[in-house]
């Protein structure tokens, strides 16, 4: 066993002050696993650190087989998550560009001056992401116009007169 003791000395010297944390590029410190800037990598916690590092090299060539490596070295971690899900906060004016109006609208017919006013002005963020996942599927926009493969649509909806009543939602 004294073997078993050399090995656990030279992992504690090789991690010696390493903890399952990660730094940015702009300085900040990120924990890798609840509390890791208080668990120091040591001969016990090596399995658990090499599984963990191991997702993470996962991650990185599942990033690398779309993006080689020196792409990605040119974006900070912000401007790529902005690449890959969009901005946080949503575009509405580049939502109003890349919308098409279906028969008789336009962009000044009233009722789409008031669809306008309700999704910019008194929706949330949270409520223009649900919006957008409930008509397109996704709840971030494309970064700008050329990036848009789809265009938002507004049709409008025809009901007779005898359907009117059966349209309305009766909760």
Not at 3 to 9: E, G
Not at 32 to 39: A, E, M, W, Y
Not at 85 to 109: A, C, F, P, V, W
Request: include cysteine; glycine fraction near 6%; charged fraction near 25%.
């Amino acid at each position: 066993m004294k073997w078993k003791r050399h090995i656990n000395d030279l992992i504690n010297s090789v991690w010696y002050d390493t903890r399952f944390e990660g730094i940015s590029e702009a300085g900040e410190i990120y924990e890798v696993v609840p509390g890791g800037q208080k668990i120091p990598i040591t001969a016990s916690y090596s399995k658990e650190y090499c599984k963990i590092y191991r997702q993470i090299e996962f991650i990185r060539q599942g990033l690398y087989s779309i993006i080689p490596g020196y792409f990605l070295s040119l974006f900070t971690a912000i401007e790529l998550e902005e690449v890959v899900y969009g901005k946080g906060k949503m575009d509405m004016d580049l939502l109003k560009r890349n919308t098409i109006y279906g028969e008789h609208y336009n962009q000044n017919s009233l009722c789409i001056q008031y669809f306008w006013t309700v999704l910019v002005e008194m929706f949330t963020e949270e409520q223009k992401k649900m919006f957008l996942k409930f008509v397109c599927g996704r709840s971030t926009l494309p970064s700008c116009d050329k990036d848009f493969r789809w265009k938002f649509q507004i049709n409008p909806y025809y009901v007779d007169d005898e359907m009117k009543d059966r349209t309305l939602s009766t909760k």
